[in-house]
């Protein structure tokens, strides 16, 4: 979901991923089909955010 989000703002081209299994890599790049957020996940995750 982080990767989906880093992507879906506009501002990255690209995200680098840590994998230490094949599986893993395969699960990150899944994330390209997972860019649309619903208006409460995004508030969420805004909310979520601004904690930090």
Excluded: P, Y
């Excluded at 299994?21 to 979520?48: H, P, Y």
């Amino acid at each position: 979901m982080a990767l989906a989000w880093a992507l879906k703002q506009g501002k990255l081209t690209s995200v680098l991923i840590g994998a230490s299994r094949s599986k893993q890599i395969v699960e990150n790049v899944a994330a390209l089909n997972c860019l649309d957020f619903s208006e409460e996940e995004m508030t969420e995750i805004e909310k979520i955010l601004s904690c930090v």
